[in-house]
T-cell receptor, first 111, second 117 residues
Framework: AQKVTQAQTEISVVEKEDVTLDCVYE???????LFWYKQPPSGELVFLIR??????QNEISGRYSWNFQKSTSSFNFTITASQVVDSAVYFC????????FGTGTRLLVSP | DAGVTQSPTHLIKTRGQQVTLRCSPK?????VSWYQQALGQGPQFIFQ???????QRGNFPDRFSGHQFPNYSSELNVNALLLGDSALYLC????????????????FGQGTRLTVV
């Protein structure tokens, strides 16, 4: 069975701090995708990134970066110089045709 | 180009009633997946439709059923509503080529928030 664990329920930081959201996954599949989504209070899931299981290169997009390590089954997400607008619930997900989501990490960025 | 659109945005139903939620996929997409997100939880996969047939199903009772139309839009039906069905229902669209799904879950709608009283 597939499983995604986001052990951090809630993280509070002050603006401009760096923050890392952890994601650990379990799967027996050899082909899968890993995802990160942002869910603001409005409820819509905002797609941030999708990584193929065969591509372990880390990725950077502006203030966002992702560290994919197959050896530890982790796909961590770092926000550099956090801003108040980053406050949201962040979900990590795993799958191919259907997704298994973690329980989410609520990030609170205060001014 | 419109993304994934869902209707209605909010809905209040009484226990025991039936409800229908609607989803129009992103232009060019032919595969629709439905997810249920209870308060404080991550979304859970309900089922996926492709070529007007249910292709995969999660661990949901038969009270949850769906349909896909020739224009690729989809409906989620829930019968005999329970208080526990109160949740945000999300639709995601993607594109299938043969057995390969492209754009997997990159596009979600804004969701329908269902309250059962």
């Amino acid at each position: 069975a597939q499983k995604v664990t986001q052990a951090q329920t809630e993280i509070s930081v002050v603006e401009k701090e760096d923050v890392t959201l952890d994601c650990v996954y379990e799967t027996r599949d050899t082909t899968y995708y890993l995802f990160w989504y942002k869910q603001p209070p409005s409820g819509e899931l905002v797609f941030l990134i999708r990584r193929n299981s065969f591509d372990e290169q880390n990725e950077i997009s502006g203030r966002y970066s992702w560290n994919f390590q197959k050896s530890t089954s982790s796909f961590n997400f770092t926000i550099t110089a956090s801003q108040v607008v980053d406050s949201a619930v962040y979900f990590c997900a795993l799958g191919f045709q259907k997704l298994v989501f973690g329980t989410g990490t609520r990030l609170l960025v205060s001014p | 180009d419109a993304g994934v659109t869902q209707s209605p945005t909010h809905l209040i139903k009484t226990r025991g009633q039936q409800v229908t939620l609607r989803c129009s996929p992103k232009s060019g997409h032919d595969t629709v997946s439905w997810y249920q997100q209870a308060l404080g939880q991550g979304p859970q996969f309900i089922f996926q439709y492709y070529e007007e047939e249910e292709r995969q199903r999660g661990n949901f009772p038969d009270r949850f059923s769906g349909h896909q139309f020739p224009n690729y839009s989809s409906e989620l039906n829930v019968n005999a509503l329970l208080l526990g069905d109160s949740a945000l229902y999300l639709c995601a669209s993607s594109y299938t080529t043969g057995v390969v799904v492209t754009d997997t879950e990159a596009f979600f709608g804004q969701g329908t928030r269902l309250t059962v009283v």
